[in-house]
């Protein structure tokens, strides 16, 4: 059982938004820095938002990130469908002195 | 470019070793802390162990501790993971990735390695 709480799986249309959702404590994501990754499968995943809500370069401003206190949630609009892929939550917890994932979260566009 | 190319994974039986090897190039190596995640076949990510920049701070996950240890030769661009008493449990893609920041190994991992496949199988 992961330390971050995602959901599952989520879908959308094709030009449509989603949200993602990232579930954490005191320990983790209230008192530190969240990032988000992107994998498509069979490759390594990508970095898409660090610092809770900052975009590396090369990612398009579709993809946007937001923290509130325990909570964190990836943002995507006009949806692709390249943008298919599993989305991970990450940051640092203080009280395990790690670095903790979420569970991940399957993106369909449909 | 940056490039992390990540090499050493193999079939090992319940009990043995294995070094994994991550060559870096395509940026100044200790100016950089770094870290290995692994992926269990179907299954998310999960942190493994983080070195900063001189191998003067580093830390593992509580399901490795004590059996893995993580270096680098910052004159060879090169990250290790040297695995002892290996389990089925440590079957997974392991991948390198850069951390960014110097001084720990806590900040966000900004590139990533191709991964190396372990197998702990009797």
């Known amino acids: 059982q992961s330390v971050l709480t995602q959901p599952p799986s989520v879908s959308a249309a094709p030009g449509q938004k989603v949200t993602i959702s990232c579930s954490g404590s005191?320990?983790?994501?209230?008192?530190?820095?969240v990032y988000w990754y992107q994998q498509v499968p069979g490759t390594a995943p990508r970095l898409v938002i660090y610092?809770?809500?900052k975009r590396p370069s090369g990612i398009p401003d579709r993809f946007s990130g937001s923290k509130s206190g325990t909570s964190a949630t990836l943002g995507i609009t006009g949806l692709q469908t390249g943008d298919e892929a599993d989305y991970y939550c990450?940051?640092?917890?203080?009280?395990?002195?790690?670095?903790?994932f979420g569970g991940g979260t399957k993106l369909t566009v449909l | 470019e940056v490039q992390l190319v990540d090499s050493g994974g193999g079939v090992v039986r319940p009990g043995g070793s294995l070094r994994l090897s991550c060559a870096a190039s395509?940026?100044?190596?200790?100016?950089?802390?770094m870290t290995w995640v692994r992926q269990a076949p179907g299954k998310g990510l999960e942190w493994v162990s983080g070195?900063?920049?001189?191998?003067?701070?580093?830390g593992y996950a509580d399901s490795v501790k004590g059996r893995f240890t993580i270096s680098r030769d910052n004159a060879k661009n090169s990250l290790f993971l040297q695995m002892n008493s290996l389990r089925a449990e440590d079957t997974a893609l392991y991948y390198c990735?850069?951390?960014?920041?110097?001084?720990?190994?806590?900040?966000?991992?900004?590139?990533w390695g191709q991964g190396t496949p372990v197998t702990v199988s009797s």
């Open positions: 395509g940026f100044t190596f200790d100016d950089y802390g």
């Open positions: 070195i900063n920049w001189n191998g003067g701070s580093i």
């Open positions: 990450g940051t640092w917890d203080s009280s395990l002195s790690a670095v903790v």
């Open positions: 990735a850069r951390v960014n920041d110097p001084f720990s190994y806590s900040r966000y991992f900004d590139y």
């Open positions: 005191t320990s983790n994501i209230a008192n530190n820095y």
């Open positions: 610092d809770n809500n």
